[in-house]
Structure formats: structure tokens, C-alpha cells
């Protein structure tokens, strides 16, 4: 079957640096997205994997590993707005994207 | 405004009941998606659709019924509501996938409680 692994909650200080780990194991693979979900929001889109390697946008950079099915978003500088929870997504090999169920970040001042 | 819509934001029904939830998009995306996302998983897909009349089942379909006769709507019907269809309802939509952008842009939500 197709798994998508993340911690459930998180707990980290404003201005530390954090990082959220996903692991997967999917038919196929087509990139690897992470997105943020505010509470009683909507998720919005975060960064795309496709190949190995560190992607980086300000203060958040996501990183990819194919060959262990393993990446991780690193959050830099962290601020009480990025209290949040962080999905991790696999595209298998359908274009269909597989969802973890999310890792909760909890910032304290 | 440009983006995705849906409509109800919030809904309270009875077991039986049939109840549709909307879905608008104004990107002129081929593809669009329904999700729910219920405490402890991640978002499960219900339905999707590739074009306008081209549907089809998603992980978790079964209470569910979709059509698409244009593209910028997606509508989401349960025939007959059951309580385990109490859940938050998303509605995205994306470029083809494969194609170069595959990332999925999501609605607002549809809060939905069935009694």
C-alpha cells in the first residue's frame, strides 16, 4: 500500500529553527509537495521536489532524498504565524497526490 | 475575484438528507478535486475530474456522486448523508498534471455536520 509518515505535533521557539520529516513509500513517484494549513483554513502550497536536493524560499527550504523515499522541511527564524500544521504530499505514478495527515507545529514565545 | 471558490461555508443536515456542495474556479484548470479531511488523516480524495463530462472515483467515493458539464464548476452531491460523512470538505484544482505544474490550489472549505 502507499504511506505517507510524519510526526503528529511539534513544538519549537520563536526564532529556533525546525525541522519536519516525512518518510514515503508510493507506487511511483512525481514529486513530493509540502503545504500549510493554518487552522480552519485552507492548505496553501509550500514547495515541490522533484529531484534530489535542497530547495530553498526564504525561510523555509524542503529537501528530497528518492533513493530513501525521505524529505524534510526545515522552517528558519520561526515566528508565531507559522504556528501551523505542515502536510507532506507524494504524486505517485497516476498524478495522484497521497497525503500524510499532517504534522502540527506548536511555536512558543 | 480570480481563485476557488465553494459554497455552502457551513453546513448542518439530517441523516438522509441529499446535500450538494459547490465548487467554482475561475483559473480555467483542466483538473479538479474533491477531498475530506476528518481528524488523525490526511486528506482523502472522493472524486476527480479531468475536463468537463470526464469524472472519475477518488479513494474514498462510495455516498458520493460528482458531475462536471462545465469546467469551472465541480459540484459534490451525498445522496443520502450519513453522520461518517460529517467531515471538512475541500474542493482544488490544478493544471494537468504531469505537464509541468502540478500543484493543486485548494478552496476555502465546507464545513459540514450531519446530525
Known amino acids: 500500500g502507499q504511506n505517507i509518515d510524519q510526526p503528529t505535533e511539534m513544538t519549537a521557539t520563536e526564532g529556533a529553527i525546525v525541522q519536519i520529516n516525512c518518510t514515503y513509500q508510493?507506487?511511483?513517484?512525481?514529486?513530493l509537495f509540502w503545504y500549510q494549513q493554518h487552522a480552519g483554513e485552507a492548505p496553501t502550497f509550500l514547495s515541490y521536489?522533484?529531484l534530489d536536493g535542497l530547495e530553498e524560499k526564504g525561510r523555509f527550504s524542503s529537501f528530497l532524498s528518492r533513493s530513501k523515499g525521505y524529505s524534510y522541511l526545515l522552517l528558519k527564524e520561526l515566528q508565531m504565524k507559522d504556528s501551523a500544521s505542515y502536510l507532506c504530499?507524494?504524486?505517485?505514478?497516476?498524478?495522484?497526490?497521497?497525503w500524510g495527515a499532517g504534522t502540527k507545529l506548536i511555536i512558543k514565545p | 475575484d480570480a481563485g476557488i471558490t465553494q459554497s455552502p461555508r457551513y453546513k448542518i443536515t439530517e441523516t438522509g438528507r441529499q446535500v450538494t456542495l459547490m465548487c467554482h474556479q475561475t483559473?480555467?484548470?483542466?483538473?479538479m478535486f474533491w477531498y475530506r479531511q476528518d481528524l488523525g488523516h490526511g486528506l482523502r480524495l472522493i472524486y476527480y475530474?479531468?475536463?468537463?463530462?470526464?469524472?472519475d472515483k477518488g479513494e474514498v467515493p462510495d455516498g458520493y456522486v460528482v458531475s462536471r458539464s462545465k469546467t469551472e464548476n465541480f459540484p459534490l452531491t451525498l445522496e443520502s448523508a450519513t453522520r461518517s460523512q460529517t467531515s471538512v470538505y475541500f474542493c482544488?484544482?490544478?493544471?494537468?498534471?504531469?505537464?509541468?505544474?502540478?500543484?493543486?490550489?485548494f478552496g476555502p472549505g465546507t464545513r459540514l455536520t450531519v446530525l
Open positions: 482544488a484544482s490544478s493544471e494537468v498534471p504531469g505537464q509541468g505544474t502540478d500543484t493543486q490550489y
Open positions: 483559473w480555467s484548470h483542466s483538473y
Open positions: 475530474s479531468a475536463a468537463a463530462d470526464i469524472t
Open positions: 508510493t507506487s511511483g513517484f512525481n514529486g
Open positions: 521536489n522533484v
Open positions: 504530499a507524494v504524486m505517485d505514478s497516476n498524478y495522484q497526490l497521497i
